[in-house]
């Protein structure tokens, strides 16, 4: 790894997200990702993106299915989004979740959630940039969002 590399995860972990969840239904189990990248991209047509990365073995199985969840970890979720992060095990164990009629998945408790179609990915870097169009969607406004920043999960003060 380069100086520029290690200077690139420095400097981009300054910039605080929130975490996300993307997930569907997999031969009738939950598959699902974290995502730091989640960006709201346009109110007409309702649109969404995330980033997922090349060497994703569960982003292709993803995104074969006619609709995906995306669900905004709440700040009491932290344990999720570490279990969605780990690259071996399953994913979902201990985690409550429900599934949409068209496979999308998502998680109980999120502080918000959306259920969506691939409408574009767009091959970028290393990553894929999906950009995801939203049928139906939900927040919990009592519910405080997680946060990323710094390669750590934080909290609002």
């Excluded at 994703?56 to 279990?83: D, F, K, M, N």
Aim: hydrophobic share 45%; net charge positive.
């Amino acid at each position: 790894m380069t100086a520029l590399d290690l200077n690139l995860r420095r400097v981009y972990g300054a910039y605080p997200t929130g975490v996300a969840v993307v997930a569907g239904l997999v031969g009738g189990r939950p598959a699902g990702i974290a995502a730091s990248s989640f960006v709201p991209v346009s109110l007409d047509p309702p649109l969404v993106s995330v980033c997922v990365a090349h060497t994703s073995t569960t982003w292709p199985l993803l995104r074969e299915l006619p609709r995906i969840g995306i669900s905004v970890l709440g700040a009491h979720q932290e344990h999720v989004g570490r279990r969605l992060g780990a690259r071996t095990g399953d994913r979902f164990a201990g985690v409550g979740w429900r599934a949409r009629p068209g496979g999308g998945v998502l998680v109980e408790g999120a502080s918000a959630w959306y259920e969506c179609t691939i409408e574009q990915q767009v091959r970028s870097g290393d990553h894929d940039i999906v950009v995801f169009r939203v049928h139906d969607l939900d927040a919990a406004p009592d519910v405080p969002p997680l946060v990323f920043h710094a390669s750590a999960f934080r909290r609002l003060g």
